[in-house]
């Protein structure tokens, strides 16, 4: 079956602009989560969607935002970008969330640069 | 809190030589445990698991077995091979969260 889909790969943004970044989780997960990885932060949670609902945040600014559609597509955005925005992105996918050792399904991410 | 701490690298190794990163944990309760994988330029794979203590987790060859009365999550393998150079992640899910905590990232690099 089909993985989880990011779009786009990769995307080159100015400062102060607007981006907004896809997942497509695999059929029939209903929870997706996003991640920013860094050099300097490593891997750091941002929030997660189970049934369009927001259930969790970590510690990033208002400027980052999400959703989850009825599809359980999910997007994020993140407005008036800075230059340490530059990350790769990640979303994972898991049945429900409730953790029973299932693990999360990663995407292949999006490449974020801020210029 | 929920932390992780694994193994500084980077570490490199030669082909058919016994690898093991180190993994400790703080978490309330019983979490859930996790290693992954990151090949350049992809997401991240789920390596191996497991979800209460004394399990041992396994897949290609790599180990792990959740020690809770170290707090440990040590992974190995007996014979790396030059596909295994990647990043690996230990990473945990307390038992009353969605979210995975992951530390910071071993580099390993296995030369032919």
């Known amino acids: 079956k089909a993985g989880v889909t990011q779009t786009p790969r990769y995307l080159i943004k100015t400062r102060g602009q607007q981006v907004t970044l896809s997942c497509s989780p695999i059929s029939g997960h209903r929870s997706v989560s996003w991640y920013q990885q860094t050099p300097g932060q490593g891997l750091q949670f941002l929030f997660e969607?189970?049934?369009?609902?927001?259930?969790n945040k970590g510690n990033f600014p208002g400027r980052f935002s999400g959703r989850q559609f009825s599809n359980s597509r999910s997007e994020m955005n993140v407005s008036t970008l800075e230059l340490g925005d530059s990350a790769l992105y990640l979303c994972?996918?898991?049945?429900?969330?409730?953790?029973?050792?299932?693990?999360?399904?990663f995407g292949s991410g999006t490449r974020l640069t801020v210029v | 809190g929920n932390s992780v701490t694994q193994m500084e690298g980077p570490v490199t190794l030669s082909e058919e030589a016994f690898l093991t990163i180190n993994c400790t944990y703080t978490?309330?309760?019983?979490?859930?445990l996790f290693w992954y994988v990151q090949y350049p330029g992809e997401g991240l794979q789920l390596l191996l698991k497991?979800?209460?203590?004394?399990d041992k987790g396994s897949n290609k060859g790599f180990e792990a077995t959740y020690r809770k009365e170290t707090t440990s999550f040590h992974l190995e393998k007996g014979s790396v091979q030059v596909s295994d150079s990647a990043v690996y992640f230990c990473a945990l899910i307390p038992s009353n969260d969605y979210k995975l905590s992951f530390g910071a990232g071993t580099t390993v690099t296995v030369r032919a």
């Open positions: 497991a979800t209460k203590a004394d």
């Open positions: 978490a309330t309760g019983y979490p859930s």
């Open positions: 969607y189970f049934s369009e609902t927001q259930r």
């Open positions: 994972a996918s898991s049945l429900d969330g409730t953790e029973t050792g299932y693990g999360y399904t």
